[in-house]
């Protein structure tokens, strides 16, 4: 076992719009609504924006939905990634709570990478959230049980996943509150 020289421990905070503004929008049912048909509904309009990179690779947003494994936690943080040409939204099917981790950029010897002094983790329930583009995130953390979230991201041209892997020499790992 290598030596540790950075030992990371996160524990989630409550997920708020001004939290999360910084990596991108929450997707929730706030703000005042729109009433439409007739009154019968409630518009809670443009709450993110889908970003699809620059023409001619634009490419096309598409909708998917990820079936994702509950996590087991504690769990080792081994790797972050970022889509560079395309925002991506995790919009939950269900009630199950998640965890998001994300962070900012920092550049060392001229290359972006994740900055572990900013890592951020939040407890989603209920919300869901759009990265911005570039958005250095962990990949879908599921938690409880088997858990579908509808996926807005983008499909097209070019490499639209970056990921970086930390130094085997790191310790940084995910706990629930105690
Ligand atoms: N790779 C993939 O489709 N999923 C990741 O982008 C993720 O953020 O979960
Ligand atoms: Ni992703």
Redesign the pocket.
């Known amino acids: 076992m290598a030596a540790t020289d950075v030992t990371i421990q996160l524990t989630p905070q409550p997920l708020t719009a001004e939290r999360f503004a910084p990596f991108g929008e929450l997707v929730s049912a706030r703000g005042k609504p729109i009433m439409i048909n007739n009154g019968t509904t409630e518009r809670y309009h443009n709450l993110a924006q889908v970003t699809l990179g620059d023409a001619p690779q634009a490419g096309q947003g598409i909708i998917s939905i990820?079936r994702a494994e509950p996590r087991l936690l504690p769990m080792p943080i081994t790797m972050m990634?970022r889509?560079p040409l395309g925002s991506?939204a995790?919009l939950p099917a269900s009630a199950e709570p998640y965890l998001i981790l994300v962070c900012l950029s920092k550049t060392v010897d001229g290359e972006e990478q994740p900055d572990p002094a900013t890592l951020t983790l939040f407890y989603a329930e209920g919300a869901g959230i759009n990265?911005k583009a570039n958005c250095w995130?962990?990949?879908?953390l599921a938690l409880n049980q088997i858990s579908d979230f509808w996926?807005v991201?983008r499909l097209g041209p070019g490499n639209n996943?970056q990921e970086f892997f930390f130094p085997e020499r790191w310790d940084i790992s995910i706990h629930l509150a105690d």
């Not at 995130?137 to 879908?140: A, D, K, S, V």
């Open positions: 990820f990634e889509h991506q995790f990265y995130h962990h990949p879908l996926i991201d996943l």
